[in-house]
C-alpha cells in the first residue's frame, strides 16, 4: 500500500514505488486536481468526479464504494438514497454530519446502460480501487483524521490494502500500521441496508447499523452533535 510522508510545512508527499509526486498542502488544492483524473477508465463515462466533502481536519472520515447516480449527477458524495439513509443514522447515533468528511474509495461512477437509458451500478474492481487510493491516500494524509470507517467491502480493500470479510472485523477499531496512528473501523455500506428482502431484515439490519454509528460516536466523542 502507498504510505504518506511528511514534507516541509505540513505538506503531504504520496510515495509510490519510490517515485515522489506532486505535493499537496491543502484539500482544495487535491479536490481541483482530481477534477481531471484519468487514472483509470471510469472518466470517460462519468459526468465529473465526485471527491470528498467535510472539515479540512475532521476527526472521523466515512468511506464509501464509490458515487451513485445522484452523486454523479449532483458532483457530491452520499446524497442519494443510500446517503439519506446514513444520515439518518449519523443523526439518531448522535452524530453530526458537519463534523465528519465523507468520501469514496472510487470517485468516478461505474455502471452498465440499459435500453432504457437507466444507469445501473456496477462494482468497482481490483485495479479501479487500486488506481482511486492514490486519491483517498490524499485525502487522509491532509485531513490526519482519529478513525476511518470503512462502508462496506470496496471501502474496506481501500483502506486496509487486501479484502476484508466484514462479518470478522465488523465493529472492531483496528490498527492501520500504513496511516501512522489511524484506527479503522469496518460495517456495512447503507445501500446494503436498501436492499433487504424485507421489512423485518431491514429493521434488524438497521439497528446493527446504528450501533455501529453509536460505537463510533462513543470512540470519538469530538464528533457528537
Not at 47 to 71: K, M, N, S
Request: glycine fraction near 8%.
Amino acid at each position: 500500500m502507498p504510505r504518506l510522508s511528511h514534507g516541509r510545512a505540513g505538506e503531504e508527499t504520496l510515495v509510490t514505488s519510490g517515485a515522489v509526486e506532486r505535493h499537496f498542502t491543502s484539500l482544495k488544492q487535491v479536490r481541483e486536481a482530481a477534477a481531471t483524473c484519468q487514472r483509470c477508465p471510469l472518466y470517460r463515462n462519468a459526468t465529473q468526479t465526485v471527491f470528498g466533502e467535510g472539515p479540512a481536519h475532521a476527526p472521523v472520515v466515512f468511506i464509501g464504494e464509490q458515487p451513485g447516480d445522484q452523486e454523479d449527477i449532483q458532483g457530491k458524495p452520499f446524497v442519494g438514497p443510500a446517503g439519506r439513509m446514513l444520515d439518518r443514522a449519523l443523526e439518531e447515533a448522535g452524530i453530526d454530519r458537519k463534523r465528519v468528511y465523507v468520501t469514496n474509495a472510487v470517485k468516478h461512477f461505474k455502471f452498465e446502460q440499459t435500453r432504457g437509458k437507466r444507469r445501473l451500478h456496477k462494482k468497482p474492481n481490483a485495479y479501479e480501487i487500486e488506481r482511486c487510493n492514490w486519491w483517498l491516500d490524499k485525502e487522509l494524509g491532509l485531513i490526519a483524521p482519529k478513525l476511518a470507517v470503512a462502508l462496506g467491502t470496496t471501502a474496506a480493500r481501500a483502506l486496509f490494502g487486501r479484502a476484508i470479510t466484514i462479518s470478522r472485523v465488523r465493529g472492531d477499531f483496528l490498527p492501520l500500521p500504513a496511516y501512522g496512528a489511524l484506527e479503522g473501523f469496518v460495517t456495512v455500506h447503507p445501500s446494503a441496508l436498501l436492499r433487504a428482502p424485507d421489512e423485518e431484515s431491514r429493521h434488524r439490519e438497521y439497528a446493527r447499523f446504528l450501533t455501529d454509528m453509536r460505537a463510533i460516536a462513543r470512540h470519538i466523542p469530538a464528533v457528537r452533535a
